[in-house]
């Protein structure tokens, strides 16, 4: 539908105004991203043929599939941030001692429109975390163009799902957190799974109002997702939780003061009666776009971190219960939360999780400009409704971390710690640390290489919490691989050679042969 008094002239020359001020060309070329590991993989392949070296266990059978951005066109039209750009997943499919690779685009419906635009179209990260006013004008053409019907009105359908991939319910689901989760179409053939990329938005049949949370919080004994996340526009945080296929719950958990919003709520945590998440110091405000650092977010010393608890039922009118550190903080990721009796009777609420001191207001984030953040541990006291312990563990830098997922909600022991801090951009190395003992175990060194993500996958029978794999992507700037670690010995026993580079990412998923089976075959 095409706006007949549209002047297209004045179209264009307030497009060429917001170019202009954009510089994405220049901005870009000056950008921390522009290093060799944030550039795009320009080939899908399918079922291309790994090099394995090292001795791949015969017990490893499955599919390693790790999500990630993927930027279409060089130059760009817009400014670039790490979380931009659509997802492409990349397959690692494992099976009889031999191993294949394929990738795909998420194919969005922002994705389709920009690639028969050939050219970046809505906003990104990059611009409202940096460019100031030149973000506030390319805003206002898109809604402009949006209600001249040139471009499509999209809200929480205009995420590319780029930052995560997860298995529920016998789906794949590509996760963003700023709006509905993506299930992609998955077939089975005689090379294996199949995933073109294609799908759909998944709202359970309109349920789902809210955003869903890139790392939805699963429950290991049920496969439950639960997800929290903050509504940009509504400034609320939301819940919902999604059973068997069915959005079983939803709940507004709390409506934020309009004048300071969290900027993000990246994860939650899950315990057998709660569900928890973090009011960090990172605010945004649409009004940061016109002040000194042009950008929506910003970290406020004066807002102190503080801890959320909700019953895990959400149909319950239970209030939300705040629980206070005094501390100013920000988080992206937690390892994993439980609830403890204590000798005294007292029950208490334990999480660990990295805690970064400050943030820049750009979110240079898996860049050298972004700060350290350090391995804390909290505890809750429910009776008082106090802080009783926050204790930073490390001293070094370490984030994306990750632990063996059946012990979600429970007790673990151990935890794997990505060294961000040694080299700046991405992970160096990988830490095995021991919660329990408070203390590290032992570090696996990547060496010349640069990894997401060390992503625990259990060993086919495995009673012990650490008898398994870690699986983490890395790459140098002309190669890829696949590293199979033992995460008991902390030793490399295998590692996968890609047919091509494969750009810098973090989080994956591992589909097990059982999941592999039960998969919904959706014929393209
Ligand atoms: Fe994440």
Not at 93 to 103: E, L
Not at 235 to 257: C, E, M, N, P
Request: aromatic share 10%; proline share 5%.
């Amino acid at each position: 539908v095409s706006d007949p008094t549209l002047d297209r002239d004045a179209l264009e020359d307030d497009e060429r105004r917001v170019a202009e001020a954009l510089d994405a060309e220049g901005y870009n070329r000056r950008s921390l991203y522009n290093f060799f590991g944030f550039k795009p993989a320009r080939t899908e392949l399918s079922h291309a043929p790994v090099t394995i070296s090292g001795r791949l266990p015969a017990d490893l059978a499955g599919v390693y599939l790790r999500n990630g951005t993927n930027p279409q066109f060089e130059p760009s039209s817009a400014r670039w941030h790490m979380f931009d750009g659509p997802g492409m997943l990349h397959q690692i499919q494992i099976a009889d001692g031999a191993a294949t690779y394929s990738n795909t685009y998420v194919r969005t419906p922002r994705f389709e429109f920009e690639r028969a635009a050939g050219r970046d179209v809505f906003m990104t990260v990059g611009e409202l975390a940096s460019a100031g006013k030149a973000a506030l004008q390319k805003m206002a053409l898109l809604e402009r163009k949006r209600a001249a019907g040139l471009v499509p009105d999209l809200r929480l359908d205009a995420t590319q799902t780029s930052t995560a991939v997860q298995f529920h319910h016998d789906r794949i689901f590509c996760l963003g957190e700023a709006g509905y989760p993506f299930a992609v179409n998955a077939r089975k053939t005689n090379e294996g799974l199949v995933l073109d990329g294609t799908g759909r938005f998944e709202t359970w049949d309109g349920a789902l109002r809210s955003a869903f949370s890139a790392h939805p919080a699963i429950d290991p004994a049920t496969g439950d997702f639960y997800s929290i996340t903050v509504s940009a526009a509504a400034g609320t945080v939301d819940a919902a939780h999604v059973s068997d296929g069915k959005l079983v719950g939803a709940r507004v958990l709390h409506r934020q003061d309009p004048k300071s919003k969290m900027a993000w709520m990246h994860e939650c945590a899950l315990t057998e009666n709660y569900l928890l998440f973090p009011d960090i110091s990172m605010r945004s405000d649409p009004g940061g776009l016109v002040g000194p650092d042009g950008s929506v977010f910003r970290f406020d010393p004066a807002y102190k971190l503080r801890w959320a608890l909700a019953p895990r039922d959400l149909g319950s009118a239970e209030e939300v219960r705040w629980f206070e550190t005094g501390k100013a903080g920000s988080i992206w990721h937690l390892i994993n939360a439980w609830e403890e009796t204590r000798a005294d009777g007292g029950v208490q609420v334990v999480i660990y999780g990295s805690l970064f001191d400050s943030y820049p207001a750009d979110i240079p984030i898996h860049t050298p400009a972004e700060d350290h953040a350090h391995l804390t541990k909290w505890v809750l006291d429910l009776e008082s409704g106090k802080v009783i312990e926050a204790v930073k563990l490390l001293d070094w830098g370490y984030e994306r971390t990750s632990f063996n997922v059946r012990y979600r909600g429970r007790p673990n022991r151990y935890a794997y710690l990505l060294d961000e801090q040694r080299q700046g951009y991405m992970g160096k190395g990988v830490l095995k640390y021991d919660l329990i003992e408070a203390g590290p175990v032992k570090y696996f060194d990547y060496g010349e290489f640069f990894g997401g993500e060390a992503l625990f996958v259990p060993r086919t029978g495995a009673v012990e919490e650490d008898d398994g794999y870690l699986l983490d992507l890395l790459m140098t700037d002309s190669k890829a691989e696949l590293v199979v670690i033992d995460a008991r010995a902390m030793k490399e026993v295998a590692r996968l050679r890609l047919p091509q580079p494969v750009p810098f990412g973090v989080h994956a998923c591992w589909l097990d042969e059982d999941m592999l089976a039960a998969l919904a075959d959706t014929p393209a």
